[in-house]
C-alpha cells in the first residue's frame, strides 16, 4: 500500500510538471537564500575571528584622535588635539617599564609610519609603493608578523641609528642584501612571512626601520606616533583586556597632563571591542537574511497549497472511483500529503546544494575554509516538511472528505 502510494504522489507530481517545478523552484530559492546567507556569514565570522586571532583580541592602540573638538560638546572639550610625538612615547616607555615592576601583564609597542608610496632601490630593481615603518623590536609581535627568514632587532638596534630593515615579502625574500632610499643604504636583516590579511598589499610592501633611525631619517610635522598595547601570554587572565585598557588609558592621561575631568585627547581602541561591533553587525544581517527567506518559503508554501488543490479538482472523478472501491479516508489524505513532503524536499535539496554553493564560492574569496553549516542544513529540512504539511494538510483533507457518488459524476 505505501508502495502504490508513493507511485501515484510521483505520478501526480510528473503530471503536474510546470506548476511542480514553478513549486520546487520557489522552495528551492528560499531554502537557498536561507542556507546561502547562513554559511557565508560563517564564513564571514571565520574570517573576522581569524583575523582579530592574528592581530591579538586584547590588543590595544593609542593613537592620535582624528575627531575635531568642535564636533564633540562644549562640556567636555578636548584639552588639545595635538599629534602624538616622540617624546610622549619615550615617557610612555618610561612608566610602563616602572609600572611593570610591579605587574608583568602588560607589554607596548611604539612605531609610526613616517613615508607612503615611497621609491625604493632592491638592485637593478625599482619598487614603488613601498611603506616606512619605524617601529620598537616588538612591533612584529604587537602585529603578529612572522618572519621568513632573518631576525628581528636585537634590543641595541632599537636605540641606534644603524641602517638595517626588516622587509616585507613583495620586496624581498632573502636576507643580507641591500635596498637604497633616497641615496641612503640600508641592509635587510629580516624577510616578513607574506600576509593573507586584508591589508596584506601594505604589510608586504612595508619596509621596517629601528625607530630611532627612522625617526632621525624620515620624521616630519605630518608624523603621528601609534602605541600598541598588549597582554603578556605568559601571565595572561581572563580580565587581561579590561586592565590593560585601564592601565594604558591611565598613563597616557598623566603624560598627556589631563585633568580628571578633561576627556582623552587621543584616541584608544581595542580589538576586542570592534570585533563585538562586527559580530553585532552579522547577527543583523542573519535576522534580516531569514526574515527574507520566511517571506520567500511563505510565498513557496502558497504556491504548494494551490497546486495541490488544482490536483485535487482534476483528479476529483478519480479520487471517487477509489473511494468507490474501498479505499479509506486516511489514505487520499496520506497520498495527497505525500506529493506536497516530496515537492518540499525535492526543493529543499537543491536548495541546500545551492545554499553551500554560493556560501562557499563566498568563503573561497574571503579565503576561508569550505563551510558545511550542519546546524542550518538541519534546519532547512526541518523548514521543508513543516512547509510541506501545513500546505499539503488543506488539499488533502478536501480529497478524503468528498463524496464518492458526487465525485464520480464530476466531469
Known sequence: MKREIFKEAITSIKNNRLR???????????????????????????????????????????????????????????RNNSKINYYQTESFSKLIISE?????????????????????????????????????????????????KGRNFYPTENVSNSNICIVGNNISK??????????????????????????KIAINNSIIIPL????????SINCSYEIGVFPN???????????????????????????????????????SATQNEIG?????????????CFITLLGA???????MLVSVKERTKEIGTRKALGAKNIYIRIQFLTEALLIGQIGGTFGIFGGLLVGNICAYYLDT?????????????TTCIIVSLISGYLPARKAANLNPITALHYE
Request: with cysteine.
Open 20 to 78: 511542480s517545478i514553478l513549486t520546487i523552484s520557489i522552495i528551492s530559492i528560499g531554502i537557498t537564500a536561507l542556507v546561502g546567507s547562513m554559511t557565508t556569514t560563517d564564513a564571514l565570522i571565520d574570517n573576522i575571528s581569524k583575523s582579530f586571532s592574528d592581530l591579538g583580541i586584547n590588543n590595544i592602540t593609542i593613537r592620535e584622535n582624528k575627531i575635531s573638538s568642535t564636533s564633540l560638546s562644549h562640556e567636555c572639550p578636548i
Open 100 to 148: 611593570k615592576e610591579k605587574n608583568y601583564s602588560t607589554n607596548y609597542s611604539v612605531y609610526c609610519e613616517f613615508r607612503k608610496g615611497i621609491k625604493t632601490y632592491y638592485g637593478n630593481k625599482i619598487i614603488d609603493n613601498c611603506n616606512i615603518i619605524g617601529s620598537d623590536g616588538n612591533f612584529l609581535k604587537y602585529k603578529s608578523l612572522k618572519l621568513s
Open 174 to 199: 632573502s636576507s643580507g642584501d641591500y635596498i637604497r632610499i633616497h641615496s641612503i643604504r640600508y641592509q635587510i636583516i629580516g624577510c616578513l612571512a607574506k600576509s593573507q590579511k586584508e591589508n
Open 212 to 219: 630611532k633611525c627612522a625617526k632621525e631619517q624620515f620624521e
Open 233 to 271: 601570554q605568559k601571565v595572561a587572565k581572563n580580565n587581561t583586556s579590561v586592565y590593560s585598557y585601564a592601565f594604558a588609558e591611565k598613563l597616557f592621561r598623566i603624560i598627556r597632563r589631563l585633568k580628571p575631568k578633561e576627556i582623552n585627547d587621543f584616541e584608544l581602541s581595542e580589538n
Open 280 to 292: 553585532s553587525l552579522y547577527s543583523l544581517i542573519n535576522n534580516a537574511a531569514k526574515i527574507i
Open 301 to 307: 508554501s502558497i504556491c504548494l497549497i494551490n497546486i
Open 369 to 381: 575554509n569550505f563551510v558545511i553549516p550542519w546546524g542550518i542544513i538541519i534546519t532547512a529540512i
